[in-house]
């Protein structure tokens, strides 16, 4: 088996593509076998001359040699090895016949197909079902029933060692035997029998033996004292045995010499008898099963490579010959069939190529990336200490590359707020897409090794595809992937991943507005609960377990590994697979020999994955073991997770038979996975990075591995939830395994072109090239042919014909051209990959392909392959690939004769490369510049145009002719090779870039006088084909010659035609020069060239200027050139400008003028007469007229707005108060005649009289009466919904609050009368029953509420930022762009300025931006002088201005070393330079500058504001720059939208400047280094002046103090304990309460004060957290956490930090239930009451005044004296007269006094008695219940719920409540209201009470035992002394129980009775 031919036409296994039925002829490996089946069955002939048929069906070819998964059929005995028939000789008669001149082929076909359906039907093999289209799970079933005993496999070798015979060793008479026998692994050996020549040993073995192809090796031995010495052995083929049957073999074995030498010694005979069985016993082994199944350490197996074609025998080929591949003659129905299924492999092939070209269209740029992981904080942490906390820290790890957080202790819950920064540098595409994020979770330890919490994963270039390129503040689950008892999450992550490449821009995030947005959507999930969401939760995210399955059958064609002079070639290998933290590998295989090294593996790959999972990378790699030194990577896969197949099923894959024979494979297809790595025997740096993430720059095959997967998501309920392996649950079988088919390969190597050279051995010559094509292990080689100067010519075709390739095009591997250097020493030096896909679409009919190679990176010059600045140039080959039938049909054939002719048949042609003009060419000299040529290279050939100078946009205008002769087709002639060069007078010229044109698009001219096809841009590219700067317009034809001696004119000039036209350049000035050889520029000056061909261009230069300095000179020319242009836009020339130095220096040379920096414009777009690609002119100038006009419209339109804004707040108040009467029911007038109106008006209000008193109507809602219309309500105006939403009017208040009077007096006299006769201790009693219950007193339910519902305001911010007000704009609406966006253009146009040499690596490249030239450049068709100017130059006059900078904060800063830094601002402009290192920050990546910063600036003039962050360093004098960014003035100041940016007017009009957000960014790298918040004024200096700066200034540091008083707890759930509480907030120091010892009941009582100071405003939201930790004290042991709690101080911060004032947070939260709960029943609150308070306040206090008058007037009586009385009449009359305005005052007042003494005298004789006992029993129970522990709770407290992670079972546990109060004090205030610590003095503020329920000492043993051990211990102990008492007393009176017996015998009170009785008668 394993040799099996094609059934043609059937569908069979293997032979055709999917589908259809496959026509390939397949070769007969074992012509032996052959010819023993033919004799075992018998064979069938048919009477046909030359026909040959067996009766029996074709299976399918499996490839070149049966493995374990092919179910050998040979291997069942000779019945079942006599099932396959090789029907590849009848084919081969068959078509023989058919040539021969068969009359109807059609006749033999349709008995082939007979046949074969008569052997399917007998064989049980599958016909058509076994092609499976792309994308089908169906698979074909086991060929045996599950049950059937013949159906097994055999498995076991049963044998006996019966005896020998004649045991013969030199030197010894009689020998110590013994004999051991090997096979597949096995081992078993006979015991010794000693001192006999012919022993009899009847030894019984038995063997496990699966393959069929084994040999048995048995060795007879002597048993010595130092060595055992080989007697003989002898072998036995397993094909022998099993040729026996159940019988089995049994013969004597004639022993041989050491390794089966016959050397002519005579070494005795053995007899053995050998049977190969199936063993069910064997089948349902779990030790063989557990020894596959191995799960932590390398299990290793050893195997023999496999037999390669190379190998085998010659006569096993004899199908391999032309005749074997001869075409049949179809019908035209079966024609039309083998066409649709050809279409049908197209189609695929086709599909394969889109796939792979979507794949391309979303890979990841190379170059630089930048990521960063924002680690927020970790909740509900497993606890992985004794104590049950844990000690968490977060590694990050990122492409080997590790960062740490900081440790917490002992936590749960926590807080990091770190970021952690990965720059990573020149990163290949490959690997930046194949990175992964891994952030893991760990507990510190101290001793010992740290414990994984958990982890979670992230693919980069998935996050980078998000928006924004980020992963923003998210939950992710952890899981342990590393112990088997953690199952789902143990705790979750909050983090954010931002992944920054090339040219990406860092989202801005207000973090405290979506922190408080991300707080409010957590509350509304959560939804109403018992402290309105302020104590956290953790997050609830739904979790799954699944298991990803990856089945790992085989590998094949891999490479050897283990070269040595001891290894002997194989490999050790083993697969390992990765996925989101879990790594699981399969046993080591060592596979060695000369053969096809593939290791069988059949193992299972079980990965735990908890869903939802953030990343879908599975890393899939092949590995090579090495004992003593580190692994080696052979290749690497990825898949994606999300494309694996899920499946429902839950099959177990225990060990038992039924398991591993008995059950079916019915997961997905497996299939060929190709393996990609550096060339053999590379094993370096550059080789690893291959091996480890292939791609592209993989440059060989490195064999394949068969694989399938797939997601379990109803894994087996007892499945080991960790990585872990296992040997396959089912029986591999035949079908499974994907087929193979024929296929033939071929290709016409043409020749090569711009062929690397290298020095021959010994340093002659050249070296010769070969080339090799291959696909997968197959490979064409190509002889050595001669390298001349770049060009090989081998015009050779080849051919490998019945190769074995994978059925789906997908499984194919791809064609690899490599490029050899020749001999002795033979290697690889380039190569190129082309997916096979690409032939199989052409279907043998594609034209020749130019194949451009690549220099090997694995392979450096130094190792012998191409340098990376080389070219490595190009082939050109013609490919072949398909199937083998379509290979033989004559519309696919290729005549090889005709194929050499078209390379050979030459004939005469002039090439002729016009070569016009390039344009942005890279820079080869310093200067920024080169001079450039072009060079064009064909069929060894040059020429090349004249040289340019000092310029990167050279017009040639060149024609360079070659003749040359070509072959007639044109598709085999060779590309044009077109470089540019840059010549270098005093070196070598460099080659600096080059395109390939091919010669099949050179169009064919009619006559060398022609005119030349129309150029194109071409874009060029480096020697690798990677496009650089730099583009070509060029054009090719060819002429065709009579002869090859024919001479033609020189070409015609190819100069475009041109006309007349002036460039206009208006120069502004020069900005930001660069120092050149250390000097500053001095006096700059611009020359700008405008070339023209046939020298019709012109020049000018500017006047050097050094004002205002030389680094910012301005010219402020308006400068004309006449010129010659084109009159075609597509040869419009560019413009070179070049700035120098007039003043150079010594270091620049004498007298010289040094070239600073230059750069060209392209003029296209300048052209008026371009109807395509003209642009105009960018003229956003502003006029300083318009701007004054502007201003004093401005302060106009600002004063009528102020005089509108008055008017209209008047008016507001107005029309407030009026809306606001009318909404209480009530209206002022100020006469009736107003009123009147009003009443008219509305008809439902009444006035009163003039004291403007409101009067009330009451408004009555009735029905209609009867006879008025529905519609009309009868009740005026007012609408039914409109009155009901009216308030309520007072004669309904009065009528509702005397109806609750009343019945409340009811109630009353109702308990009055229940409460008569009650005494005082009957009150007492009822209330301490009350008192008793707890379910009343605690509430059976905690009441839930929103805090969202409660009226209480939260601010949103720590400060109102007044100077924020109107310039946020532009922030809201692009979310923090840079002003840019919004101004969209520049008024002058701006040119950068280039210096330095370009080269291909960035590290190495000094080109870099030196400076800008600002100008404005037109192009006109007409003289200047008759146009107008397009900027008037007065506009551009100098003058002072002042610049005001403010910069508010930074963001997502980069440190520059570790994870933070400590940033301050320095800001420069022109040679102003201002810094701030005195105020930098501490150790932030967010810090708040609030900055000011003032500059007087000339415009124009240096205009480039430099904003740089810098970080400070104590120890080093040099601060290291973060970054910078640049505001360019003038764009600002001289643009027209930028003007219309002013000052507010008025409500729309004119916004203010906004702010906007700049990035930062530095030279060394292109990833934003951060970003800055700031916004930018530039003013006159006389409006400077007028107008002070804005004051910007942040929230104001205050320090508050938190009190939190911790009352007591209930509800822990333990019988006694030592409890004690910690608190902190964010990285405060922990504070804890006094210990409650030996508390009962979990009650424990503190009635302690934490006072902990905070700053504000806090540095995030995350860090106002206040976590609560309730303990357990141990004396002996660790304390143990009873639960924690973390309440969100955050919006209650803000609240205190903004009023300002203590904020007590319970009691406002009381509060405002109460007022809603009050709201909800209608009742009045303490804002209605409060002018009745203010009423009754104002009367007691005129009462107490009256008081105080009345107690002086009498004292003033008391001093009159007698003379008074005797004074005139005049004065009594006088007294009289003033006595009639005190005494009613004072009259009223003593009436008032009188009538409130009376009130309260008829009170207190109203009151009853009863009620006085109620209110005092009330209050002794109060005093009671406190003194007892049992009162309530104060009113500014709250019972906070302390919650547990179970982290072995996974469940929240609740473990208890505290009573806390939280106090939030200013530092002033906390100074008036003094508190001490826990309940030390000055206690107050709130005064803690004494703790209650604390054990005390007592004298009292009993009470001090159950104190100390609880009641039950207690109780328990007690219950064992009083039982050991009593054994005790029973002891010790048991010693005189025989006394006490006689003596009471004897007085006759024990015994018997009667006796004694008779005796006392007697």
Known sequence: DGHRGPARGEGGRGEGPPGGGGRGVQPVRDRAMRDRVRADDGAERHDGPGMEQRAHGVRGHHGERDGPLRGDDNAQGPERAAGPVHRAGDRRLENRGALAGNRDGRVVRAAARARDERARERDGAPGDDFFLNEGEDALPEDDYEEGEEEAGQPNVLAGTIARSRGLYLEGKELVDAYVSVRVAGGKSSTAVYKKNNSPHWDHRFRLPVADGEETILIKVKDRGVIRNRLIGQCSVPMVEVAAHGDAGLMKWCKLLGAGGVVDGVDRGDLEVQLTWVYDRKHARSVASAIALATSAIVSRKTQYAKETPATEEKDENWLVEEEAFVPLKLSAKEQEEVNEQREARVMMADRQLDDLARAREHDMLPGDYQIQVNVLEARDLKGEDLNGLSDPYVRVRVLNRVKKTRVVRKVSSCIFDETLYFNLHRLSKSEIEEAVVSVQVFDFDAFTAHDLIGLATFDVRAVHALDDHEYYRKWVGLVDTKSSEDDGYQGFLKLSITVLGPGDIQKAHDIEKEYQLETAAELEAEGPSALGGLSLTGPSLDSKLVFLVVYVW????????????????????????????????????????????????????????????????????????????????????????????????????????????????????????????????????????????????????????????????????????????????????????????????????????????????????????????????????????????????????????????????????????????????????????????????????????????????????????????????????????????????????????????????????????????????????????????????????????????????????ETLQFHRMLPRDLGFGPDIVVQVWDRDTLGSNTPMAMLRYPLSKCPVLASESSRHPTPTWLQLSDINGEPVTGELLMAAALVRKRDASEKFNRPEDITPAMRRAWVEVLCVGVRQLKTYRLRTPQEPFVRVDVPAPRDGGDFFTTRPSRKPAGRNANFVERKILSVEMPENALYAQRMDVRVYDSRGGLTTGVFSSPLLGACTVDLATKMSWNPDGYEPPQNELFDDAEARRREEEREEAQRRAREEAQDAESNDDDEALAVEDRRAGISFADNEEEGRDQEDDEDALLYADAEERPQYELERLEKPPIGIPAEDTGIGAFDPMIAAELPEIYEDVLYRQEQERIAAEMLKEEDERRAAGR??????????????????????????????????????????????????????EREGAELEGYLKTKPFESYPVYRGRYHPDRAKSTLRQVGVFKAIIRVLDQDPLTVAETIPLKLLREARYTVRLYVIRGQNLQPVDGNSCDPYLRVKLGKEVEERKRSHLSRTLKPDFYETFEFHATLPGPSVLKIQVKDWNRFYPVHELVGEAKIDLEDRWFHQEWQKLGDPVAPGVNKLKPIEIRNLRKDTSSVVQGQLHLWLEIRHEAEARRDPPVPLEGPEKRKFEVRVVCWKSMDVPYEMGDYYCEFWIGDSRRQKTDIHWRCRNGKASWNWRIKIPVELPL???????????????????????????????????????????????????????????????????????????????????????????????????????????????????????????????????????????????????KKDPNEVAEKDAEYFVKQLKELVGLGDIDETASWIKLTYLDGKRNKLHNRGRVAVTIEILPEEEAEVRPAGHGRSEPNSNPYLPPTTGRMSFSYNPFYLCSALLGPKLAFQIACVCCCIFALVVLGFLGIYFSSFYTLLESLGLAGDTTEATDDVLR
């Open 1659 to 1805: 540095e995030s939201p995350e860090k106002g957290r206040l976590t609560i930790q309730l303990w357990d004290q141990d004396v002996i042991k660790w304390n143990d956490v009873i639960g924690d709690a973390q309440i969100d101080l955050y919006r209650w911060f803000l609240k205190a930090y903004h009023e300002k004032r203590s904020v007590n947070i319970f009691k406002i939260i009381n509060d405002a239930k109460v007022k809603k709960r009050n709201d909800e029943l209608g009742l009045a609150d303490e804002d209605d009451l409060e002018d009745d308070d203010d009423d009754d306040e104002d009367d007691e206090e005129e009462v107490e005044e009256a008081d105080d008058d009345e107690v002086k007037e009498e004292a003033r009586d008391e001093e009159r004296d007698e003379e008074e009385e005797e004074e005139a009449e005049e004065g009594e009359e006088e007294t009289k007269e003033e006595a009639p305005e005190d005494e009613p005052l004072l009259e009223e007042t003593k009436k008032k006094k009188k009538k409130k003494k009376d009130e309260d005298e008829e009170e207190d004789k």
């Open 554 to 957: 085989e590998a094949e064609d891999l490479p050897k590994m283990d070269v040595g002079l001891f290894a002997g070639g194989g490999i050790e290998a083993y697969v390992k697979v990765d996925f989101a933290g879990n790594s699981v590998m399969t046993s080591a295989v060592h596979v060695r020999g000369k053969g096809n090294l593939a290791p069988e593996y059949r193992e299972e790959l079980w990965l735990p994955v908890i869903e939802p999972i953030q990343g879908k990378r599975i890393t899939v790699g092949l590995w090579d073991y090495n004992t003593f030194a580190k692994d080696n990577p052979v290749a690497h896969l990825y898949f994606d997770y999300d494309e694996v197949q899920r499946t429902g099923k839950s099959s177990s894959h225990s060990f038992s038979f039924l398991s591993s024979s008995g059950s079916k494979y019915t997961g997905p297809r497996p299939r060929w996975h190709n393996l990609y790595g550096a060339p053999l025997g590379v094993q370096g740096k550059r080789g690893a990075l291959q091996n480890m993430f292939g791609g592209e720059e993989a440059s060989t095959y490195r064999g394949r591995l068969l694989l399938s997967m797939e997601v379990m998501t109803m894994p087996p309920a007892k499945e080991k939830q960790v990585a872990h392996r296992a040997a396959f649950h089912f029986k591999p079988t035949t079908g499974l395994k994907p087929q193979s088919v024929k296929y033939h390969f071929r290709a016409l190597a043409v020749s090569g072109s711009e062929i690397p050279t290298f020095r021959a051995p010994g340093g002659l010559g050249v070296a010769k090239m070969q080339l090799r094509v291959c696909v997968g292990n197959h490979s064409l080689e190509f002889a050595f042919e001669p390298n001349r100067k770049g060009i090989v010519v081998w015009n050779d075709l080849k051919q490998l014909k019945g190769i074995d390739l994978p059925v789906l095009i997908e499984e194919i591997p791809d064609v690899c051209v490599y490029l050899v250097r020749g001999p002795p020493k033979v290697q690889t030096v380039c190569y190129a990959r082309i997916p096979a896909a690409q032939f199989l679409k052409e279907q043998f009919r594609g034209d020749p392909l130019w194949v451009q190679l690549r220099a090997d990176t694995a392979r450096t010059k130094a190792m012998g392959g191409v340098a990376l600045t080389a070219n490595p140039g190009a082939v050109l080959i013609k490919f072949g690939l398909g199937l083998s039938e379509d290979a033989v049909d004559p519309a696919f054939a290729w005549d090889e004769a005709a194929l050499r002719k078209k390379a050979e048949d030459l004939v005469p042609f002039a090439l002729r490369v016009y070569v016009f003009q390039a344009r942005d060419l890279p820079a080869s000299d310093e200067n920024g510049l080169l001079d450039p040529y072009v060079k064009v290279r064909f069929c060894g050939l040059k020429d090349k145009t004249k040289v340019h100078s000092m310029t990167t946009a050279p017009l040639f205008y």
């Open 1319 to 1372: 005494s005082f201790i009957d009150i007492v009693e009822a209330r301490l029953a009350d008192a008793t219950d707890v379910g009343a007193m605690i509430g059976l339910e905690e009441e839930t509420f929103k805090l969202s519902d409660l009226d209480i305001s939260f601010p949103s911010q720590w400060a109102a930022a007044d100077f924020l007000e109107g310039r946020e704009w532009w922030t809201e």
